[in-house]
């Protein structure tokens, strides 16, 4: 991390700047409302305590913090493409930005102990050699008692583009037998898990017995995982965002991945916000999309 970096922005005791053992660049907030860290590597943010001390990400205890590594669990983001890149197998799993280090444009810390956070990434010879696009991407977190997300993504060349992108959260559940998502009732969605066959969502709330993975496609609504055993109830909101994902790998695959723990897969649920597939977002030169999420988490009687 360049000295500058840290002079410019840092408030010690309020806004931290550290290494991981492994040399990943991080920096924490903390305001006395909120509590935040995130690593300048894929704009990810980690963690997030709101002023009610309620955790709003969870992040796998195996999970690598190391420089071209992805984070296992908090924010990751994607773009320009989801999962694997059709027909270039050869490319990195979900897009060019999660493990690249973006600029910081933004930390302010409000009166109220709630604080904003912008970061940017532009293009540069290394993605243009794997995606010929110019492009400039501005990301910005307003952390209070619920979270923001605000994404813009520019063409900034000559040409069309067509692009995917995700924000791709891990929710903490108390117990995922006891868990479930609601909203995308009625709704078409891949499923992963099958073949990639193409089904109709047709339960009122989404319930987990084993593996997980569904691209739910041409849907804006409003989503709430309902975590029973804590008592609370997560809502997800979104603008500029026809996709969702629901994702729990179960217990082979968690037991496959190195990043996590084997039995940390009861503990979260995955709900993410994209344009993916047949969503996917042309944008021709000059134009901006902008992509925005809400999450808000509510203690109830369950």
Known sequence: MSDSTQN???KPGIIDFETSADGLEIFRIHTGSITARFAIQ?????????????????????SLFAPGKAIRGGIPVIFPWFGPREGHPESPMHGLVRTRPWQISEITIHPDGTAKVGFSFNDSPETLALWPHTFEL????????EL?????????GQNAFRFEQAL??????????????????????????DSLKLKEEGADAIVFSGETDRLYLDTTSTCILEDQAAGRRLTISKT?????????PWITKAAALSDMADDEWKEFV?????NANRNAIELKSGETHVFSARYATTSVGI
């Open 270 to 274: 995955c709900v993410e916000q994209a």
């Open 42 to 62: 894929g704009a990810h943010l980690i963690d997030f305590t709101n002023n009610e001390n309620i955790p709003l990400l969870f992040i796998s205890r195996q």
């Open 240 to 248: 500029g965002a026809d996709s969702s994902v629901v994702w729990n």
């Open 8 to 10: 410019q922005w840092s």
């Open 168 to 193: 791709h959260p891990y929710f903490p559940v108390q117990d995922v037998l006891r868990a479930n998502v609601q909203g995308l009732a009625g709704a078409t969605y891949i499923d992963k898990t």
């Open 148 to 156: 923001e997300v605000r994404w813009e993504v520019r063409n900034s």
């Open 138 to 145: 501005k990301l910005e977190f307003t952390l209070g008692r």
